[in-house]
């Protein structure tokens, strides 16, 4: 499968506890995106790389998010001391680049904290 | 924020009848794409339209991009189960050289067999 892959499919996790999720996207695409989803609602902006610089961080993404992509390939997005608030579906996406850029959707993460 | 609205926010037919989503914005689009994800899944992308008054179609789904580009829609034509999810319009807007994808609300599609 040479589609975008996120890992783990899905956590649980207690409040106050410390999680981070992979993503890897299609192996020729340069620039990599997280997206947050709840329930019934369409997905939001949270941050973008393109290579391994992040380039925009939206405003949802609070000091307690970070992300890396360190070699300019996979990246990871850590959330610390979840809250309640965080539970939802963290969706990475990647492109070629270029201005009509298509942006492919891994299948994602979804997180419960407790 | 530059939104883009979606309507209706659901729909039940009856396998065979057609189905029409609207998406609607304020500003003028670069250009709309249109996503579907199952219920579970994850976006899938469908389509993106950049010229004014453009259409595509794919099967039973045919897109439409309004002259002004503020609107779109998606119209299948005598749906099927396998039709069922929520769909998703989605603009982009230049962040550093990216594309900021924004979505619409999304509607969700029933299909009664």
């Known amino acids: 499968d040479t589609g975008v892959s996120q890992d783990p499919r899905h956590k649980i996790t207690k409040r106050g506890q410390n999680v981070t999720f992979r993503c890897d996207p299609i192996?020729?695409?340069?620039?990599l995106y997280w997206y947050r989803q709840t329930l019934g609602q369409g997905p939001e902006f949270l941050t973008y790389?393109?290579?391994?610089?992040?380039?925009?961080k939206s405003r949802l993404l609070s000091d307690r998010f970070s992300a890396e992509r360190p070699k300019g390939s996979f990246s990871t997005l850590e959330i610390q001391r979840t809250e309640q608030g965080d539970s939802a579906m963290y969706l990475c996406?990647?492109?070629?680049?270029?201005?009509?850029?298509?942006?492919?959707f891994g299948p994602g993460t979804r997180l419960l904290v407790l | 924020g530059q939104q883009v609205m979606q309507i209706p926010q659901y729909q039940h037919v009856q396998e065979g009848e057609d189905f029409t989503t609207y998406c609607n914005s304020s500003?003028?689009?670069?250009?709309i794409q249109w996503y579907k994800q199952r219920p579970g899944g994850h976006p899938v992308f469908l389509i993106q339209?950049?010229?004014?008054?453009e259409v595509k179609k794919q099967k039973r789904l045919t897109f439409q991009f309004g002259e002004a580009k503020k609107n779109s829609s998606l119209h299948i034509t005598a749906t099927q189960t396998t039709d069922v999810g929520t769909y998703f319009c989605?603009?982009?807007?230049?962040?550093?050289?990216?594309?900021?994808?924004?979505f619409g609300g999304g509607t969700r599609l029933m299909v009664k067999p």
């Open positions: 996406a990647s492109s070629f680049g270029g201005y009509q850029e298509t942006q492919y």
């Open positions: 192996s020729e695409h340069n620039r």
């Open positions: 790389f393109q290579n391994e610089a992040q380039l925009e």
């Open positions: 500003t003028t689009l670069s250009n």
């Open positions: 339209l950049v010229k004014s008054g």
């Open positions: 989605s603009r982009s807007s230049v962040v550093e050289a990216g594309n900021m994808l924004t």
